[in-house]
Every structure is written in C-alpha cells, then in structure tokens.
C-alpha cells in the first residue's frame, strides 16, 4: 500500500501530471499541478542563536530532478524544480517522489517558473 502525506486538502487526481522538464518548459501559471522525481537537495534555514544578529535566508526547500543524483548547489537546469516546503524531515536524498505542487505568483528565485510550494507528496 501506498503511504500518502497531505499537506492541504488536495487530490492527485485533480491537477495535471507533468514532467520537472515540461513544467520548466511550459512555465505554468499559478495553479496545481502534478510531477515526480528524486530528492536531489534538501535545504533548511540553520537556527538563529538567541541573540545573535543573523542575515534571512532561503524558505525551507526541497530540489528535485527527473535524475537520481545529489546537487551541491542551487545551479538548476531544466530537469530540475525548486519546491518551498513547510519541513524538511521526511525526506532523504535520492528517494522518490510523486508531488503535487502550487506554482505561485510570487517570483524570489531564478527560473524559469514562480515558486513553487509542496502541498502533498507520496513515496513512488
């Protein structure tokens, strides 16, 4: 049996399926869609010590890649997504995953689409 982690109330079935590749290719409006791929990089804002003057950093995020494969930076290309996510732990590098996805109005990082945020996810 499939493990299925809802983040919001959203189905799978109600959003199309798109390949990282098409969905980079397309740049979707905001709306929900579906795609599938590896954790390639996982990336959680270390904590601020109480204090300390600390510079903002990046949301909470997740890369994945149509390919099986560990990135060190954030140097993407197109068969790789970007996708905010409200935590970090379920995931481990190299696992896959099928994700249903907001794209966003909002733009704060490069690419060729609006953020994207998680809104659920199931091990494939």
């Known amino acids: 049996a499939a493990i299925i982690f809802l983040i919001g109330q959203i189905s799978f ?25 590896y954790v390639a990089k996982i990336y959680a ?11 903002p950093c990046m949301r909470d995020n997740i890369v994945i890649s149509e390919k099986k494969k560990k990135l060190e930076t954030f140097s993407l290309t197109e068969n790789e997504l970007l996708l905010f996510v409200r935590d970090t732990k379920p995931f481990g590098l190299g696992k896959k995953f099928e994700f249903t996805i907001r794209v966003t109005g909002e ?8 953020d994207m945020e998680l809104l659920s996810f199931r091990k494939r």
């Open 107 to 114: 733009k704060t990082v490069s690419g060729p689409v609006n």
């Open 45 to 55: 804002c270390p904590p601020c010590p109480y204090g300390a003057i600390c510079k």
């Open 13 to 37: 079935a109600r959003a199309p399926f798109f390949p990282i590749h098409e969905i980079n290719r397309r740049a979707p409006g905001p709306g929900d869609y579906v795609t599938a791929g």
